[in-house]
């Protein structure tokens, strides 16, 4: 079975950062392309970062650019997401997403990430 | 950036009903565009890719269709289970972007 566990999630200051992680199981993680999508409180679904299977290729919206940072370890299955400078508006839930064979086919159960002084 | 417009915001239907949910993107994204369906607390789940086939364990009540600019996704019979946001995403050109969803709702 497909499964993907996202943690890291919390309060943090604005300006602050936060280290979002995804752990995956039940399918060959370094095969698969990556997402991150986030969805603010009563809000719709926002794709934040997209990772290829071997890093080669990064894609990232214009509003965390220069400030998020996707990445990944095949070794450990895992996929993170380095949160820097950290605004109110960064304030959501954030998913971790299969990117490949069938992009955003599994999802994990997300991870709320609230920016607040 | 491609916007993904939906319509209508809000559907009310009933059990056994047909409901026709329409995504309209503002340049085209050729046969690139997916379909989702979230209920309260959840995740997304994927329900159609590409425009017309539906993701694993699917329904086949649900159904994709479309191309370019203009896509549907029709509920041939709402299940009481169906009532819940839907949202259509492209994935032609970065950034990905989703649409604002559709609401279905019991009337």
């Known amino acids: 079975e497909v499964q993907l566990v996202e943690s890291g999630g919390g309060l943090v200051q604005p300006g602050g950062s936060l280290r979002l992680s995804c752990v995956a199981s039940?399918?060959?993680?370094?095969?698969?392309?990556m997402n991150w999508v986030r969805q603010a409180p009563g809000r719709g679904l926002e794709w934040v970062s997209h990772i290829s299977s071997s890093s080669t290729a990064i894609h990232s919206a214009d509003s965390v650019k220069g400030r998020f940072t996707i990445s990944r370890d095949n070794a450990k299955n895992s996929l993170f997401l380095q949160m820097d400078s950290l605004r109110d508006e960064d304030t959501a839930v954030y998913y971790c997403?299969?990117?490949?064979?069938?992009?955003?086919?599994?999802w994990g159960q997300g991870t709320l990430v609230t920016v607040s002084s | 950036e491609i916007v993904l417009t939906q319509s209508p915001a809000t559907l009310s239907l009933s059990p056994g009903e047909r409901a026709t949910l329409s995504c309209r993107a503002s340049?085209?994204?050729?046969?690139?565009l997916a379909w989702f369906q979230q209920k309260p607390g959840q995740a997304p789940r994927l329900l159609v890719y590409?425009?017309?086939f539906r993701a694993t364990g699917i329904p086949t009540r649900f159904s994709g269709s479309g191309s370019g600019t203009d896509f549907t996704l029709t509920i041939s019979s709402l299940d009481p289970e169906d009532f819940a946001v839907y949202y259509c995403?492209?994935?032609?050109?970065?950034?990905?972007?989703f649409g604002g969803g559709t609401k279905v709702e019991i009337k």
């Open positions: 039940g399918f060959t993680f370094s095969s698969y392309n």
């Open positions: 340049q085209s994204v050729s046969s690139y």
């Open positions: 590409t425009t017309s």
């Open positions: 995403q492209q994935r032609s050109s970065w950034p990905l972007t």
């Open positions: 997403a299969s990117g490949s064979p069938i992009p955003f086919e599994h």
